[in-house]
């Protein structure tokens, strides 16, 4: 059952992967900048002092606009840093200037920098291919986030096209739900 669930994420992937690249690139860039206005004026952001982020790639749901209002709104951001034991650690930046390619091209800080601590306040940003209707998201296989969230104390936000949003997804027994799905059309709480 294991490998038929992986098998059956692995084709959704390539779907997912490929309805993304085919997205016109302004249709995209006005689909995430509706994304990020939702998440900016969400009471969950106004009263967060800390904001977990992805670095956003060029095919992902840009967190660009994010990192800059939250820097001006003196929020502390925190981006992931990966290891090859599929763990992850978040580590502050204050400018795009700190996140450099790491061993899996992912932009990250460096591991010298501030280090994040949980509050319950925080809200991490999840990234994934898709989500469901019950906020468990297809990701992209690596089992990252499976192993960080379990321990983190706020709320759990993923970000995704509403074309994007399927009734269910497979799931294994690791898989964590998001708390809110943020689309261009609005906010599903969960």
Do not use: W
């Amino acid at each position: 059952m294991y490998n038929d669930i992986r098998i059956l994420k692995n084709e959704l992937r390539a779907e997912f992967r490929q309805k993304r690249q085919d997205m016109d690139p302004q249709v995209k860039a006005e689909l995430d900048k509706k994304i990020a206005n939702r998440f900016l004026s969400s009471i969950s952001y106004r009263y967060a002092s800390q904001i977990l982020l992805y670095a956003s790639t060029d095919d992902e749901i840009s967190t660009k606009v994010i990192f800059e209002k939250a820097r001006k709104d003196g929020k502390k951001c925190f981006f992931p840093h990966c290891f090859e034991n599929s763990k992850m650690n978040y580590y502050r930046a204050d400018s795009e200037e700190e996140l450099l390619e790491d061993k899996f091209n992912i932009k990250a800080p460096a591991e010298t920098a501030e280090i994040y601590t949980p509050q319950p306040s925080d809200i991490c940003i999840v990234p994934a291919m898709a989500y469901d209707k019950k906020g468990f998201r297809l990701g992209y296989g690596k089992g990252f986030y499976d192993r960080f969230l379990p321990g983190f104390l706020g709320i759990k936000t993923g970000f995704c096209y509403s074309d994007f949003i399927r009734e269910k997804l497979p799931r294994g027994r690791f898989d964590i739900s998001v708390d809110m799905i943020i689309t261009e059309k609005g906010v599903i709480l969960l």
